[in-house]
């Protein structure tokens, strides 16, 4: 049940899917048995669904009751409608699911889209931590910088469109008002003061409307409060990141005793761990939830420039040879976070991810005690299973 649940609070994106149950097509109308709207990030086309997610999604029930049916009563005589049996039948016969890549723009869809547009973002077709098929808005947000760029970026939707209407309203107007047949007879009109004004301060009124809350965004993201900790962030030539967290102590030759280098996790290992390939690394960055840490960025001296981007903390910094960049961010909720380079460094720019777990102070205690102990990777492998956030089944295709 608990897959459910995390369906439901994570996964606001649905679609159609085809359920196809090759070996029997008696089962419904057609072979095609039924077009349903399920999470498409527990699916994936052409391939078997999982007998749990099956057992486990309400909708499906029927389906499974009667594949289920059909194949014991073949061979027993009697009919099997227990979970056991459901669960043994979809085990045996691999249900297809075929995706059926057309947007139907049904009366939810659109709304669901319009939402998120318009100032609604959890409506929206967004999600936390990493982007989903069909998302629309924003990811979550999860640091007070990134809930001030969400807000403004709906303000600014708001504006935009109340401008755009406006100048669409005028030029309907005009044509319909001002076209030769309507006017056969044109004004030698050249000034009018009023309209000169207004159109003049109304402009110059919005854009101090926009130009105040943005210097506002500029200076909170600028200005780097005290930070409870510290993490040097470093852009490697060899297209993956190193992590230092100097606060925890520091070697006889300035090293920081707790540095490690986070590298893509491999594809069979995403597929294989139901995370994302590409967005999930092989070690996350571990940081504790409510506290603030200060990010100093840069790039291998000999290096290449890359950018540690975080979409949910709105965090977007390039990482220079030779340089130090500043950020900041606090995360206000426990979860696995995703984002990627957004600098074009070269060839393989695409597979470098960022991959940070916000945890419990506690969990965060544990995390860097083992850590000054330089565990062995599979000793920190196990460990890192023990604290890991809840987080969504991701989208893997
Ligand atoms: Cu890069």
Known sequence: MEMQTVMKAKCLNLRDVTIRIPRFPMCGRNSAIESQKQPCNLMK????????????????????????????????????????VVHHALANDALKVEDDHKMKFNAARILAVVSAFFAFPALGLAAGGQPVNWGVGLQDSVTPVQDFIVNFHYYLVWIITAITLFVLGLLIYVMWRFNAKANPVPSKTTHNSLIEVL???????????????????LYMERNIPKGDMTIKVIGNPSWNWTYEYPDLGVNDDKSAKVSFTAYLLPEDKAKAAGVSYLLAADVPMV??????????VTADPEGIIHAWTMPSFGINIAAIPGRL?????QVTREGIYNGQCSELCGVQHAYMPIEVWAVSEDKYKAWSELELKQPKPDELNAFLKTIRPAAAKVATN
């Open 287 to 296: 940081v504790p939830v409510g506290k603030v840490v200060k990010l100093i």
């Open 45 to 84: 086309a052409g391939q078997p669904i999982g007998a749990e997610l099956l057992a486990n999604a309400a909708e499906f029930r029927p389906i499974a009751k009667c594949l289920a049916q059909r194949r014991f009563a073949a061979h027993q005589g009697r009919c099997g409608g227990g979970r056991n």
């Open 325 to 329: 960049n500043e950020d900041w961010f």
């Open 199 to 217: 159109w003049t301060i109304v402009p110059v009124l919005i854009l101090a409307g926009i130009a105040i809350p943005s210097f506002k965004l």
